[in-house]
């Protein structure tokens, strides 16, 4: 595909995640089944009839009405994968669909949805082979593009992403911190090219985080001055980093569309009229690419040096929202310590501990506990099933003990 010095490409990824949360778990209890399995099957139905369902239905239509010139990207998690299976098959079925029209990318991920990478490299590694299985398995696609769990990211993470050399972009936030008076519309690279982008063995796409959030938390917020947003304004704001980059990163969850915006915010309307306006607002120069494409269609323009982790999360953009207080991070420590015991266990014959361990690897779990309270704050809360993060915290070490006596067994 050739480089256009005057191209707005339109790259739309959607994160698809949903836990296994845990069941009410006492001190007292004994017994190893630590996950509330009907609560999970009620929410992911439910997400399915809101989000899944009817957003699949507009993005497959949208590809077969522009004749595969509409292009999106999915992550898909591990967890989220084993539940369609379970409890909504026709989703899953909808999602193959999607990949048999050759317009849509996987990508991957952790299996688990952790942060692994974190406190593990040996864990993280194995994760991310996990979920690579996986997406061959469903997709028939072997994943060329990484992001890590809740996009969190370092030079660290490049480094290590490139050592497994199946990668050749990595997805990260557009810290405006790191990025200066840069745009996030450039392909990036991490340091260490010595002044030649082009010999990196990873690039980076960033997220326009401005963009984004306009259509995942501003949408139907009708305090904001851009409320009511049509696709013609969204689209000229697009069209607009034209000479200032190349490449407009949508990223956000998949559950924005119908879950987080309820379908009677018009957003379902927005999202099938946007490609057209897209076109229409600079006929011949904008289009919509997978992030495999960006990348093999601009070249990198220099060095995105993120020395320390970023995510996507709240305003600070760090990891505040999983390891910002003592519970939290004595939480991850507890944690981890016992991936040693848990894999030993599991080779000396206990068949179900390192997938219920994995599954209290799922960075929810963590965000549970958050304690911010302010302008966050009330994200957090509507995410949690519990009455405070406390709860979760002591919910979530009644179920490691339990997993701790088990590995001792």
């Not at 309307?269 to 120069?285: A, Q, R, S, T």
């Not at 060095?303 to 305003?315: G, I, K, N």
Request: net charge negative; hydrophobic share 35%; charged share 25%.
């Amino acid at each position: 595909m050739p480089y256009h010095a005057v191209m707005a490409s339109v790259c739309f990824y959607f994160q698809v995640h949903q836990p296994f949360r845990l069941r009410r778990y006492s001190v007292f209890d004994q017994d190893p089944f630590y996950f509330d399995n009907e609560v999970n099957r009620k929410i992911l139905e439910k997400v399915a009839g809101k989000c899944y369902r009817p957003a699949l239905a507009t993005l497959l239509d949208l590809v077969r009405r522009h004749e595969g010139r509409f292009r999106i990207a999915f992550s898909l998690t591990g967890i989220v994968l084993e539940q369609l299976e379970m409890w909504a098959p026709d989703v899953l079925e909808n999602f193959r669909q999607l990949a048999a029209t050759g317009a849509c990318e996987f990508l991957g991920e952790t299996s688990h949805h952790s942060l692994s990478f974190l406190y593990s490299r040996q864990e993280f590694s194995e994760q991310v082979t996990l979920h690579d299985e996986q997406i061959r398995r469903h997709f028939d696609q072997q994943p060329q593009i990484f992001r890590n769990t809740e996009l969190t990211y370092s030079n660290e993470v490049a480094s290590h992403i490139a050592a497994l050399g199946r990668y050749k972009a990595i997805l990260c936030e557009g810290v405006d911190r790191l990025l200066g008076y840069r745009s996030p519309n450039y392909i990036y690279v991490p340091p260490g090219t010595h002044g030649d982008p082009s010999q990196a063995r990873v690039k980076l796409l960033l997220k326009n985080y401005r963009l984004s959030d306009d259509i995942a938390f501003r949408f139907s917020d009708r305090n904001w001055p851009e409320w009511p947003l049509p696709a013609e304004r969204f689209a000229t704001w697009v069209n607009q980093i034209n000479g200032d980059g190349y490449v407009c990163n949508l990223f956000m969850d998949f559950e924005t569309l119908g879950e987080h915006q309820w379908e009677d915010t018009g957003i379902f309307d927005f999202l099938d009229v946007l490609p057209e306006k897209i076109y229409d607002v600079n006929p011949g120069h904008n289009d919509f690419l997978t992030p495999s494409q960006c990348i093999d269609c601009y070249p990198p323009v220099g060095e995105y040096d993120v020395p320390y982790t970023t995510s996507w999360a709240d305003t600070e953009r760090d990891l505040s929202a999983w390891l910002g207080n003592p519970m939290q991070q004595n939480a991850a420590v507890e944690l981890y310590n016992l991936e040693e015991p848990v894999k030993a266990a599991h080779a000396a014959g206990d068949e179900f501990i390192l997938e219920d361990w994995r599954k209290l690897t799922t960075s929810d779990h963590l965000y549970y506990m958050c304690t911010k309270w302010w302008a966050d704050g009330d994200v957090h809360k509507y995410f949690s099933p519990y009455d405070s993060p406390y709860d979760a915290y002591i919910n979530y070490m009644n179920a490691l003990d339990n997993i701790r006596k088990r590995a001792e067994r």
